[in-house]
């Protein structure tokens, strides 16, 4: 079985990840997620991330997105040092 995406060792929401298909099933393919701002759009939306897909979040507040941009942004950055 493939190897976990290298962030999700710091993702107290994610602490056993698995997956059924290919890890790059999803890469460089375009998601468009509505409510992904909190809850579940935007664990599917971080997951889809994660396998490499170009995704934009739609949400009724602007200030929730951003704000879940930022955690996400932060999350890669230290995993990725």
Known sequence: M?????DVEGDDCLPAYRHLFCPDL??????FI???GSGIGFRIAEIFMRHGCHTVIASRSLPRVLTRWVFTTLT?????S
Request: aromatic share 0%.
């Open 2 to 6: 493939a190897q976990p995406p290298p």
């Open 34 to 36: 509505t409510g992904g």
């Open 26 to 31: 999803l890469r460089d393919k375009v998601a």
């Open 76 to 80: 890669r950055l230290v995993s990725n």
